[in-house]
């Protein structure tokens, strides 16, 4: 499936523009295009199999707000662009930020605002609990240097409905 193909999929329409993200494609695993699934309003990250669970939701104004997507297949998530500097939340987070790479924990969920076919094209914010059905959820890993959030591993899939698992 190509990126156009699952965009299609996921919204009920095909997509009416492609843009260039000027990053290498590297940053994407190879993946040179990408299937925009709708603006990230939200991340709630934290660990809950610890002493002392945490948990805090990272979120972003419509203004700041990077791309929620996925390679054409599905099975990984990505965000693109927006503001990913994290620099002044690290500081509230039990990590180690003198490290370039940091694992922020996993990712419980994903809030983003979108517009798709079965809702009439309204744009509404969808979220989806991660991990919800085998109690795997992706990790959240952020590059200091580079200024850019990952998500690692899960158990999810991108379809129609949305983000399951």
């Known amino acids: 499936m190509t990126a156009a193909g699952l965009y299609k999929k996921f919204h009920g329409k095909p997509p009416a523009n492609m843009r260039d993200t000027k990053l290498p494609v590297a940053d994407y695993d190879s993946h040179p295009e990408l299937a925009q699934l709708g603006k990230l309003v939200s991340i709630t990250i934290g660990e809950q199999?610890?002493?002392?669970?945490?948990?805090?939701?990272?979120?972003?104004?419509?203004?700041?707000?990077?791309?929620?997507?996925?390679?054409?297949?599905?099975?990984?998530?990505?965000?693109?662009?927006?503001?990913?500097?994290?620099?002044?939340?690290?500081?509230?987070l039990p990590v180690d930020i003198e490290k370039v790479k940091l694992d922020l924990g996993f990712c419980y969920q994903v809030e983003y605002l979108t517009a798709k076919k079965f809702d009439r094209f309204k744009p509404?914010?969808?979220?989806?609990?991660?991990?919800?059905?085998?109690?795997?959820?992706?990790?959240?890993?952020?590059?200091?240097?580079?200024?850019?959030?990952?998500?690692?591993?899960?158990?999810?899939?991108?379809?129609?409905?949305?983000i399951t698992n």
């Open 49 to 92: 199999n610890i002493d002392e669970p945490w948990a805090k939701k990272i979120t972003w104004s419509p203004a700041e707000a990077p791309d929620l997507a996925a390679e054409p297949g599905g099975k990984q998530l990505y965000i693109v662009g927006g503001k990913q500097d994290l620099s002044d939340l690290l500081r509230n």
């Open 124 to 162: 509404i914010v969808y979220y989806h609990d991660l991990g919800e059905e085998t109690g795997v959820p992706p990790r959240i890993t952020y590059n200091r240097k580079n200024k850019r959030i990952h998500f690692v591993g899960g158990e999810y899939v991108v379809r129609p409905e949305g």
